[in-house]
């Protein structure tokens, strides 16, 4: 999960691709690598809402890039359930900056523990 | 641009031109009529000022005898303190009115949330060229369950600092701000383009939160 997000993290950062499609892939490397951080804990998921809202407390992230993640969220859902993707610059490095951060800081939980 | 801009004047949008059953009453409207509304926007929404009573016709932009009356009716209730300057009337908001910091809330959450958002952007001044509320908060149509849209222009910033700015701002309104964030060239691409969302904010009604809608589309 950990190495799918940062494979996608990389190519998130291809400026040669178009805006929207950095978008998904900031967005999805995000997604894999904040189900990494609640998996390392021992709880799973399925609702996406909810793996990013738990950031705050599986890698104590700052309120201001869970922000970001809610707004990308919800520009997500737009684009995947009514057809209508408006992204802009600031919110994809806003995305990946926040991508970043939480693959670092997943990175840096080490191994999941053995029970 | 030839954009059709709709000019927003002082609070002259009135309840009245709207449907009585209209599903979107304001909270505002439901509680208070237009000229309470600006009245205590004013004396509440900056309490630790006092006005004249020309001063508050002029910016309540409401007639003479509707404004004295209700400064009459407050006055006399005690939630607001005249004092008298030679022959100048002034009026302040009492701090010792037992509801006080309630119709500060108010003030500040219906009343003017346009003044609690530029308060909360004003440290951000420099770095942003344009910010404006549209939305349902823009033409007072909002409800308990309504974000205040903002839009802003600025090749600085990054989105953290604004949601980092406008969190005390949040915690004021009780409701979430929600920040779109342009660079200019993005800005005037999607001008040029006639992007359908840009289009539909800059048509509708917006406040300015930091520079002025025309002028900055003039500009380039």
Known sequence: MVRSGRVRLKDAQN?????????????NAAHALSLAALRWHGYRSENRY???QCLTHTLQLPPTQWRVLDQAHRKRNLA???????????????LLRVALTVADRVIALGPVPSA | MGIKTAKRTTNTRMPASRSAVSAHTSIADAL??????RVLALLFGQPQRSFFTQQLIEL????RGAVQRELERLQQSGLIVRITQGNQKHYQA???SPVFAELCGIAAKLLSP????REALSVLANKVQLALLYGSAANHRDTSHSDFDVLLVSDELALEEVY?????AEKKLGRPINPTLYTHAEFHKRLEQRNPFLIKLLTGETISLIGNKDDFIATG
């Not at chain 1, 400026?15 to 967005?27: G, H, I, N, P, Q």
């Not at chain 2, 980092?164 to 005390?168: N, Q």
């Open chain 2, 114 to 117: 346009a003044d609690t958002l």
């Open chain 2, 164 to 168: 980092e700015a406008l969190t005390p």
């Open chain 1, 50 to 52: 909810q793996v990013f």
């Open chain 2, 32 to 37: 208070f009529t237009a000229t309470q509304q």
């Open chain 1, 80 to 94: 995947e359930y009514e057809g209508d993707l408006d992204v802009d610059e600031a919110l994809v490095e806003a």
């Open chain 1, 15 to 27: 400026t040669a691709l178009s805006l929207e499609s950095r978008f998904d892939l900031a967005y």
């Open chain 2, 94 to 96: 009492n701090p010792s």
């Open chain 2, 60 to 63: 309540a932009g409401a007639g």
